[in-house]
């Protein structure tokens, strides 16, 4: 009997000491390779089949964003037991390059491992990565305790009508929790603005590391802003209403909870090769000029459509120059956009439509048109044109009686009666007394005024001539009916109830007035540039200051 109980003993130690045999390696991986500079991510150290002391490696060319976290784990699979710890670092690439993380070392059992070593590849970052929380870095005082808000930017430098984009969040580790007022986000002064507020905000799954404490973290709104001016911009605090409380207080204690602010470094885009098709665009954009048709009678209309598609700045892109025939006749036209904002940025077509009457027949070629942008992810300026349109004209112009083309159409001739009327053979001359007409003021009147009327005509043509070469007295002349129609416009958003509309239409419609009355490019309108300009035209000092107000 205690022969048996000798043998299973031994016959234990052996199967345990087999059992925990295992072999020790050190080994170390990155969460993601290639890494966009500026995003954050994991590299973890793994030591298996032992324990011991971890040592990292140094991390040049990478900031330190949190670290280490440990964890180990012990697994019994088919009687083998398995060891391993892991220390985690979060890491920041600072520069694009090639980087390489040297091993990392361990010293367990009276010796030392050695992991692989990390070539870590940093690239560019795109906008939709940019926008991430977790790879954007706030300003100090977004708040701080148990229960705050952040505002991140996915750029903190720009040039005038480059967009970024603004997210807000909300952390929070109290266990009750009500949000109570967060509709009104700031307004921030010198950006086009598109807002976009998350209506139920609802809690991550996963726990935001902030200086040592785990917090719950919820998305409340996005902004897509576009700087209208150069300098340094602040981006305003967001302000929220909440109710915190914890399990064992049965009342909630009410709090306003503010941000931190953000500065903006807002820039103009480079004189060098900007040309005279540049006004103002920023993105990488394309344009498209069409016609619903190319064949067709004097005085028939045709749709004359110019589609600006892309990225960047769209809703601030104004109608181009044309330089069609003096036989077109030309409307205003009409803005048709398909814009949509999102964590990119924005994005989609802005198109113009115009009504184009030909007066007179003909072949007719449509000139390309030029456009010009600045593309700030290349640095550069970049002229792109259309296509030149080929236009028929057919059918016959005459000037009728108030000197309008009219067209002959060919028609048959109607017969207007059979009766013929009889010649009369005699005929009685009655004398008209008093002066004679030649000598009269009726004769000289009817003498001279075929010249007078031509000197005048000569005199009008000559000044129409000098007003149309004269492109921004036009603009000038023509800033009222442009803004009458912009705010008919924005009456109609206001009378729909799209309240954002309307303020953006508003908004655009004395930016467009005061670029064209006062001859100011429009990524240079600004309060203080509009301001000067309105106090040496001599305008009184109420009307400029309703104006800026």
Not at 339 to 365: A, H, N, Q, W
Request: charged share 25%.
């Amino acid at each position: 009997m205690l022969k048996h109980i000798v043998i299973s003993i031994i016959f234990l130690i052996a199967l345990i000491s087999g059992s925990v045999a295992q072999d020790e390696s050190l080994s170390m991986t990155v969460s993601k390779n290639p890494v966009p500079v500026g995003e954050r991510f994991k590299l973890t150290i793994t030591l298996k089949g032992g324990q011991g002391n971890i040592v990292p490696p140094s991390f040049n060319g990478f900031s330190l964003y949190a670290g280490p976290s440990k964890s180990s784990s012990t697994q019994w699979i088919n009687g083998v037991i398995s060891m391993e710890v892991s220390h985690s670092y979060f890491l920041v690439p600072e520069k694009i390059g090639t980087y390489t993380i040297e091993p990392a070392s361990a010293q367990t059992g009276g010796k030392t491992l050695s992991s692989n070593e990390l070539k870590i590849e940093v690239i560019k970052q795109s906008d939709a990565a940019a926008n991430s929380p977790r790879n954007s870095q706030p300003a100090s005082g977004g708040g701080s305790g148990d229960c705050f808000v952040r505002m991140y930017s996915n750029k903190s430098k720009v040039i005038v009508g480059e967009p970024l984009v603004v997210n807000y969040y909300l952390y929070n580790r109290y266990p009750r929790f009500d949000l109570e007022q967060h509709e009104q986000l700031p307004q921030h002064s010198g950006f086009w603005k598109d807002d976009k507020l998350v209506q139920s905000p609802s809690w991550n799954q996963d726990l935001e590391r902030i200086d040592g404490k785990d917090f719950r973290r919820a998305h409340l709104a996005t902004q897509v802003l576009i700087p209208q001016r150069a300098g340094e911009l602040k981006l305003e605090q967001y302000k929220a209403q909440v109710a915190v409380g914890n399990r064992r207080s049965f009342f909630m204690n009410r709090m306003e909870l503010k941000s931190n602010t953000l500065t903006i470094e807002v820039s103009r885009p480079p004189n060098s090769g900007k040309g005279a098709a540049f006004n103002g665009a920023v993105g990488d954009l394309d344009i498209n000029v069409s016609v619903d048709r190319s064949d067709l009678d004097v005085n028939d209309a045709l749709n004359l459509s110019v589609r600006i598609s892309g990225k960047g700045n769209l809703v601030l892109i104004n109608e181009l120059d044309l330089e069609l025939p003096d036989e077109f006749e030309v409307y205003d036209p009409k803005i048709k956009d398909k814009i949509s904002t999102s964590g990119g940025g924005m994005s989609g077509s802005r198109t113009f439509e115009y009504l184009v009457i030909p007066r007179y027949p003909g072949d007719y070629k449509l000139p390309p048109i030029e456009f010009q942008f600045y593309d700030y992810t290349e640095d550069r300026y970049r002229s792109i044109s259309s296509d030149e349109i080929s236009i028929q004209v057919q059918g016959d112009a005459v000037l009728g009686a108030e000197g309008a083309p009219k067209v002959i159409r060919k028609e048959g001739v109607s017969e207007l009666g059979t009766d013929i009327r009889h010649i009369r053979n005699k005929v009685r001359v009655q004398r008209i007394e008093g002066e004679y007409f030649p000598g009269s003021w009726q004769h000289w009147t009817g003498v001279f005024s075929p010249f007078i009327l031509l000197g005048l005509f000569l005199i009008y043509k000559g000044k129409r001539e000098e007003l149309d070469a004269d492109l921004i007295g036009t603009k000038q002349r023509r800033a009222g009916k442009v803004a009458a129609r912009q705010l008919k416009q924005a009456k109609a958003y206001l009378d729909s109830g799209d309240d954002n509309m309307f303020y953006t239409s508003l908004y655009q419609a004395m930016n467009d007035y005061a670029s064209q009355k006062f001859a100011i490019p429009l990524s240079e309108v600004e309060k203080g540039t509009v301001q000067t300009v309105m106090m040496k035209k001599g305008l009184e000092t109420n009307a400029v200051n309703s104006w800026i107000r």
